[in-house]
């Protein structure tokens, strides 16, 4: 038996990355899947390759009528909901004074208002039953990043909205956490290394030498810290952020 059988669970942005990793692992471990990305294209092609029970659907995050209608179709095909993962974002990178307005709004929208609206939506559910799990994706950028204003305070923003949610719902058995990732080895961080025109392995290779474990992280790491968090061996857990960093935040308090 699983951890999750018998559980149906919703992870946005899963179709690549961090994301895709974390579905790969809810389905192992016994979940029904449903992949949420803005591509339902790609998102179905990654349903379908989890060998258990899961969909892929299409949905904006940042729009209310598209994530009610997200959710409605999980609870159909899946028959129910159990555990939502926050992972889908975006990143628009500049300094401040280049930063424009739609960049700092696209970045907002993704993550905060994504995050907002996928957790009112499946509340209803969690409340109805007395039961249910929400991991918000944030990063060790919320701690500040040269280039990222817009997604430091998405990220951090997260934190609080993951505690807040926590003191709201505990009540009704339902557990908030958040996890953290420092650098994971991805499309995401590959994209940055071309745009500061290194070479991706060199990027990886320095980035895995500036933390205490000498290595960069992959998306199985962050999944083994969101299954925990979303598992009953977590029930006394709420509120919190995990920091799956390879140690790299340990200086910065």
Same mark, same amino acid.
């Given at each position: 038996?699983?951890?999750?059988?018998?559980?149906?669970?919703?992870?946005?942005?899963?179709?690549?990355?961090?994301?895709?990793?974390?579905?790969?692992?809810?389905?192992?471990?016994?979940?029904?899947?449903?992949?949420?990305?803005? /591509?339902?294209?790609?998102?179905? @092609?990654?349903?379908?390759?989890?060998?258990?029970?899961?969909?892929?659907?299409?949905?904006?995050?940042?729009?209310?009528?598209?994530?009610?209608?997200?959710?409605?179709?999980?609870?159909?095909?899946?028959?129910?909901?159990?555990? #939502?993962?926050?992972?889908?974002?975006?990143?628009? /990178?500049?300094?401040?004074?280049?930063?424009?307005? #739609?960049?700092?709004?696209?970045?907002?929208?993704?993550?905060?208002?994504?995050?907002?609206?996928?957790?009112?939506?499946?509340?209803?559910?969690?409340? @109805?039953?007395?039961?249910?799990?929400?991991?918000?994706?944030? =990063?060790? =950028?919320? #701690?500040?990043?040269?280039?990222?204003?817009?997604?430091?305070?998405? &990220?951090?923003?997260?934190?609080?909205?993951? &505690?807040?949610?926590?003191?709201?719902?505990?009540?009704?058995?339902?557990?908030?956490?958040?996890?953290?990732?420092?650098?994971?080895?991805?499309?995401?961080?590959?994209?940055?290394?071309?745009?500061? &025109?290194?070479?991706?392995?060199?990027?990886?290779?320095?980035?895995?030498?500036?933390?205490?474990?000498?290595?960069?992280?992959?998306?199985? /790491?962050?999944?083994?810290?969101?299954?925990?968090?979303?598992? /009953?061996?977590?029930?006394?857990?709420?509120?919190?952020? #995990?920091?799956?960093?390879?140690?790299?935040?340990?200086?910065?308090?």
């Amino acid at each position: 038996m699983g951890r999750f059988d018998g559980r149906v669970a919703v992870i946005t942005g899963a179709a690549r990355g961090i994301g895709l990793g974390t579905a790969q692992r809810f389905a192992q471990e016994g979940a029904a899947v449903a992949i949420v990305d803005l /591509d339902e294209s790609a998102a179905a @092609e990654s349903a379908a390759t989890l060998g258990t029970q899961a969909v892929g659907i299409g949905c904006d995050v940042s729009d209310k009528t598209s994530v009610e209608a997200a959710v409605a179709r999980v609870v159909e095909e899946l028959g129910g909901l159990h555990i #939502l993962v926050n992972n889908a974002g975006v990143t628009r /990178d500049n300094l401040l004074f280049k930063m424009t307005e #739609l960049d700092w709004d696209l970045v907002m929208g993704v993550h905060l208002k994504g995050a907002f609206l996928m957790s009112q939506a499946a509340q209803k559910h969690f409340v @109805e039953q007395r039961y249910g799990k929400i991991v918000n994706t944030s =990063s060790t =950028s919320a #701690l500040g990043n040269r280039g990222q204003a817009n997604y430091s305070a998405a &990220k951090m923003g997260l934190q609080g909205f993951t &505690k807040t949610l926590a003191l709201e719902l505990g009540a009704f058995g339902v557990n908030v956490n958040a996890v953290a990732p420092g650098f994971i080895a991805t499309d995401m961080t590959d994209q940055t290394a071309a745009r500061l &025109k290194m070479d991706v392995e060199e990027f990886r290779r320095l980035s895995g030498e500036a933390n205490p474990v000498k290595r960069v992280g992959h998306p199985e /790491d962050i999944a083994a810290a969101v299954t925990f968090l979303a598992s /009953d061996e977590a029930s006394y857990i709420t509120g919190q952020t #995990l920091y799956v960093d390879g140690g790299a935040t340990i200086s910065r308090g």
